[in-house]
């Protein structure tokens, strides 16, 4: 009998952590308490209102092309199809290097309509001094081209970034978003996940304006 588990692919979301080094923390608190809503309630009835200030690249979180590129759509344009029940390719890095390139992905894996996930095991990091390191893993260029001209519906990485931060320049970004590719960055969990077969989602809210926003990816996987 087939069975179905669900597989947390998300950071918690906590007050005062560290994303992006360098990026603000999150602060979160209380808007209305449950003593002060009394007021405004029946006896016995109370909620609790909660409030968040943070930049909008916290967690782990989805890019739209208007992360990158003027004129790219924002949050709001974002199409469920490009980041919702979308069958999921795991693709490790290769031994002793540091960059997934074109030849990572060879020529059979079915990357169209994918949820392309790379997994470095770089989210054993997360919330220590290393994580924000240039040595962390990326995607190269050319690796970029290739899956967005194999048709990939999204690309995700469980690292601190899917390009290269040594420079300035940051190709794989271009890339991806120019070509309508949704990014998820600072995913954590894909070692849970078996290379082909889980179906994968990562739905912001939309926004109007925003363009990156953390999302609670998660990935469906069967047997």
Known sequence: MSTTRLVDLSHVVEHGMTTYPGLPAPEIGVHLGFEESADHYAPGTEFTIGRIAMVSNTGTYLDTPGHRHRGGHDLAGLPLERCADLPAVVVDLPDRVRAFDAATFGADLPLAGAAVL?????????????????????????????????????????????????????????????????????????????????????????????????????????G
């Open 118 to 222: 790379l997994r470095t095991g770089w989210s054993r990091h997360w919330r220590t001094a290393h994580y924000g390191d240039a040595d962390h893993p990326f995607l190269t260029e050319d690796g970029a081209r290739h899956l967005a001209g194999a048709g990939a519906a999204l690309v995700g990485i469980d690292a601190v970034n899917i390009d290269d931060t040594r420079g300035g320049e940051r190709p794989a970004h271009t890339v991806l978003l120019g070509a309508d590719v949704p990014v998820v960055e600072h995913l954590t969990g894909l070692a849970a996940l078996p290379a082909r077969g889980a179906r994968f989602t990562a739905v912001p809210p939309a926004v109007v304006g925003l363009c990156t926003f953390p999302v609670r990816a998660f990935a469906v996987v069967s």
